[in-house]
């Protein structure tokens, strides 16, 4: 398949790479962002596969695949939660940093340096559950790595897809006041021409074969410093769950 790699963007997270589990340091806003997004990540699968999650590893049984897994924010917790982990990350420094701190953690993650693509060229067995968290406005081609995304699912699968809306205001927020500002990210980590617009994201969704079924807004709260989900405010970051049909 083609690949849908952009490598100038693979470059700017290989040169962070060590510091993925420093909670300070250029990954900061998805420290504070993670327990708001495994709030959505956590009620959606549970939604989906009749989990309950006041239970001892209630996603035991689910094959779960974190695409752009960097350090594994979101593999770690998936596994702790019982689920079978397989992080991917196109940028290869980002590996031996995940596999070192699950190991640290006495977790159990399968962690490999491939694509969406590669996955699929490879033979992989679908998974139940594909996390796609701030990836698509990474990639050269979003509609070819979704469907990439769409054929590693297997009938009934969910897709959680997380982006950033393109608007004045994201750009002012996730640019102006994220990377030159407070200095969250390096400059540049972002191209605001290749944010995706909500209804934009729900259609790209839709010709790569799946069922967009919610979506809902991460809002910023600068007096408390949190995040919170809004099913209105999807003017900066937004998430969405998306179903591939049986």
Not at 110 to 137: C, K, Q
Request: hydrophobic residues 40%; glycine residues 8%; proline residues 7%.
């Amino acid at each position: 398949m083609t690949t849908t790699i952009d490598a100038a963007e693979i470059e700017k997270f290989q040169a962070m790479a060590a510091e993925w589990w420093d909670p300070n340091g250029k990954f900061k806003p998805l420290h504070m962002l993670n327990p708001c997004r495994l709030d959505y990540i956590t009620t959606q699968i549970a939604a989906e596969f009749d989990r309950d999650l006041t239970g001892d590893r209630p996603f035991a049984g689910l094959r779960l695949l974190d695409i752009g897994c960097g350090g594994g924010l979101l593999s770690e917790p998936m596994a702790r939660l019982g689920a079978t982990v397989v992080g991917v990350d196109a940028a290869a420094r980002n590996i031996p940093v995940a596999q070192a701190h699950a190991m640290q953690s006495g977790l159990e993650i399968d962690y490999r340096h491939t694509s969406a693509e590669d996955l699929i060229a490879a033979g992989e067995p679908p998974f139940e559950v594909v996390l796609n968290m701030e990836v698509v406005e990474h990639v050269s081609d979003p509609l070819t790595y979704l469907t990439a995304c769409h054929d590693l699912m297997r009938p009934g699968g969910l897709m959680i897809c997380s982006t950033l809306n393109r608007n004045p205001k994201s750009f002012v927020m996730g640019i102006i006041g994220a990377e030159w500002i407070m200095r969250w990210l390096p400059k540049g980590t972002h191209d605001w021409s290749k944010f995706i617009t909500p209804d934009e994201l729900f259609d790209l969704l839709t010709r790569a074969g799946l069922r967009p079924e919610d979506r809902m807004g991460f809002v910023f709260n600068p007096v408390t410093w949190t995040w919170h989900l809004s099913e209105r405010d999807l003017s900066v970051n937004y998430v969405t769950a998306s179903v591939r049909p049986d």
